[in-house]
């Protein structure tokens, strides 16, 4: 083949090529199909496509995609509370034609027309089932209440448009509880109030048990007192005793004792008023 003839197949293969069309669907992805405006049957997938030249093709993302919104609503005990949500969803791929056409493919269709009221909707139900209070100590059981309720809300929306399972939520966050500054300022007093008394329970056990212990140590110490006096007068009461038993069977042994107490000085008068005798 000459070169002019390879030049013209190149460009007849190169017309035919471009008269066909092309499209490629990128990961993640999943392409629709229209003429017109139309939606035309079948779903294109990830991958390079020849499609036909009238037709076009809309690419709808099948990845999970993260929505961020906030939402007001009121506690059970009516404070305002103001919440952030974050939200992990995608479209069901088999799904994505009904999603388009009853909610549109424009930037956002999804999210305002599905997602949103679904999260006003939920987190304002669920946060009148708590007090302020519990929505922050009770936080893992709001939030599974609220991933429950969008699925549920969600999955309501769907059906009622004939797109059942048309997205997925795969996981719900809630990152943020603020309330009124009025509100933050009673939990602040209420958090100190529990701490000094506390604190005033505490000094109080601190006194009470070093009171104790002063009491226990003078107890100690009356009882060693007591002992040792019992073990005094025992001892006394036993010598008397002997002392006794032994003049009894000595009468002597009275003699013996002022004997024993005489300092060896003989008195220098005896008698009462008048000197009887002289002794030196």
Not at 172 to 188: D, G, K, P, Q
Request: charged content about 25%; some cysteine; hydrophobic content about 40%.
């Amino acid at each position: 083949m000459n070169e002019s003839k390879k030049f013209l197949a190149v460009s007849v293969a190169l017309v035919a090529l471009t008269g066909c069309g092309c499209e490629e669907i990128p990961t993640g992805h999943v392409g629709i199909v229209t003429r017109f405006g139309a939606i035309q049957p079948g779903l294109l997938g990830e991958g390079f496509h020849f499609i036909d030249p009238m037709n076009s093709v809309v690419e709808v993302n099948v990845q999970t995609g993260t929505t961020n919104t906030e939402a007001m609503a009121a506690s059970k005990d009516l404070q305002t509370v103001h919440t952030k949500v974050g939200i992990q969803w995608q479209i069901t791929a088999d799904k994505a034609v009904c999603i388009v056409q009853k909610f549109g493919n424009y930037d956002g269709a999804w999210t305002n027309g599905i997602i949103e009221p679904a999260v006003q909707e939920v987190v304002k139900a669920t946060a009148a089932k708590y007090t302020a209070e519990e929505l922050i100590t009770k936080r893992q059981e709001v939030k599974t209440a609220v991933e429950v309720g969008l699925a549920e809300f969600i999955g309501k929306t769907l059906k009622a448009r004939g797109c059942d399972e048309g997205i997925r939520i795969a996981n719900v966050a809630i990152t943020n509880f603020e309330f009124s500054h009025e509100f933050n300022a009673s939990i602040e007093a209420k958090v100190k109030a529990e701490q000094d008394a506390l604190r005033a329970e505490n000094e109080k056990r601190t006194r009470v048990t070093q009171a104790e212990a002063a009491a226990k140590e003078a107890t100690v110490a009356a009882d060693a007192n007591a002992y040792k006096t019992d073990v005094e007068s025992k001892a006394n009461a036993a010598a008397i005793e002997r002392e006794s038993k032994a003049l009894e069977s000595n009468p002597n042994l009275v003699q013996l004792r002022i004997a024993q107490k005489w300092d060896g000085k003989l008195p220098t008068y005896t008698g009462n008023s008048i000197p009887m005798l002289q002794l030196k």
